[in-house]
């Protein structure tokens, strides 16, 4: 069993200075698909407020439904990881992306049922799990120098839930059911696509113990947890503010859906921009520095928006910068994942990661709801975000900053 931390004496050769072409293909393709895959993940989010009002939803159920497809989209991703650093990308990015498409249609027939759609909205968690299939696929392709840039490029996917929050509502005043199928022709579109384009690298590590075994190995590596827990609070803090922010700015500032829906969707695009941003700092800067940078003004941007302050200018203002941290710290937390993980662990502790850091984004949107509901004020979440961030600050400078691959955990 390999010692916590150290690279593996089997390791293969390190991959070429300069990118090849086959990995910015991969790049793209892999990026296009992830987008694509977090629209399906996202599509109840920008809708909730219809199906509240339609089925007389309270705060918290409303909060429920569309927290609960982040169940699967996080808890997913350990297996889909470690499946992948097994059968590769290549399989694995085209079946997870077909597959979504069952519950990204089922939503047509169970839209007037809430525990239906409780049920159907789990399965489409599915749709999030393909971040736990990209990174690996794109770690493998670019050497260490380029790897945090590549990595925040593919990030940009997350862009998904922007397309979402803008579109979404949109198609549907054209049809009620017109989202689900466009987003569902788009699926089947990248499964072909996927299949055609997406290769593995030839000298890739296919591990060849269990997956339980290689889990196991992953969760006794003590940086995997580390970096779960910062990236719960940057990427969770984003799926966070993707699937409640459309409720939040309807609910506290009044906002139609359409422009609480397109306020969401201009918050998730600032999060996308920043979240290469951050790997390219990273290229530069240790990744943990720009880590705790970025949670620090996540945490002043908090206390700003605690005290309610009107949207314009300085609550937009307030918000947008607070994307841009969480954007920054998600790109810089996955670039020090490929510094202090060895290659052919990357999809299984990517898988953890990526987990818990969806699951960082299931809890808030209901703590949310339940403190509005109890208090009619959104100003104790907010806090509670910005206390959090702050612990994720100095942990990521005072510690992660001196670890090193070959350290001992």
């Known amino acids: 069993m390999d010692a916590p931390g150290t690279a593996p004496a089997s390791a293969p050769p390190a991959p070429a200075a300069a990118p090849s072409g086959a990995a910015y293909r991969n790049l793209v393709v892999a990026t296009i698909g992830f987008a694509l895959t977090f629209w399906a993940w996202d599509l109840i989010a920008p809708l909730a407020t219809d199906y509240k009002d339609r089925l007389g939803l309270s ?12 169940i699967v989209g996080s808890l997913g991703r350990v297996p889909v990881g470690a499946l992948t650093d097994r059968y590769g990308a290549r399989l694995m990015f085209p079946v ?3 597959l979504t498409i069952v519950p990204v249609l089922l ?3 169970v839209k007037n049922s809430y525990p239906l759609m409780l049920v159907v909205g789990f399965f489409l968690g599915l749709g999030g799990t393909t971040f736990a299939i990209g990174i690996p696929l794109v770690n493998s392709w670019f050497p260490p120098a380029k790897r945090g840039l590549a990595l925040g490029v593919f990030g940009m996917g997350m862009g998904g839930v922007a397309l979402s929050g803008y579109f979404t509502p949109r198609i549907a005043k054209h049809g009620a059911n017109l989202p689900f199928l466009v987003v569902a022709v788009a699926l089947a579109a990248f499964a072909v696509l996927g299949a055609l384009l997406i290769t593995d690298r030839p000298d890739r ?3 060849t113990a269990s997956l339980g075994t290689r889990l196991g190995r992953a969760g006794r590596l003590r940086v995997t947890w580390e970096l779960s827990v910062l990236y719960a609070i940057g990427f ?3 799926v966070a503010f993707g699937v409640y922010l459309p409720t939040y700015l309807k609910t506290w500032y009044e906002l139609s859906p359409t422009d609480a829906g397109t306020k969401a969707a201009g918050f998730a695009l600032v999060t996308v921009v920043f979240r290469p941003i951050g790997g390219w700092l990273s290229d530069r800067i240790h990744p943990a520095l720009v880590t705790a940078a970025a949670l620090a003004v996540v945490a002043l941007l908090a206390i700003v928006q605690a005290f309610d302050p009107g949207l314009n200018p300085v ?11 969480l954007g920054t710290a998600s790109g810089s937390v996955f670039a020090l994942v490929s510094q202090v993980t060895p290659q052919r662990q990357v999809g299984s502790v990517t898988g953890i990661v990526g987990a818990v850091g969806g699951l960082g984004g299931f809890v808030p949107p209901l703590v949310m709801g339940a403190i509005y509901s109890a208090k009619d004020s959104y100003s104790i979440g907010f806090m509670l975000l910005s206390d959090l961030a702050l612990a994720g600050c100095v942990y990521a400078y005072g ?11």
């Open 59 to 70: 705060s918290f159920q409303q909060s429920l439904l569309v927290a609960v497809p982040v």
């Open 96 to 98: 997870v992306a077909a």
């Open 107 to 109: 939503l047509i027939p």
């Open 205 to 207: 590590p296919v591990p």
């Open 236 to 238: 969770g803090g984003i």
């Open 315 to 325: 609550g937009t203002i307030s918000l947008l910068v607070m994307a841009a941290g």
């Open 399 to 409: 510690r992660m900053r001196n670890v090193r691959a070959d350290s001992d955990g």
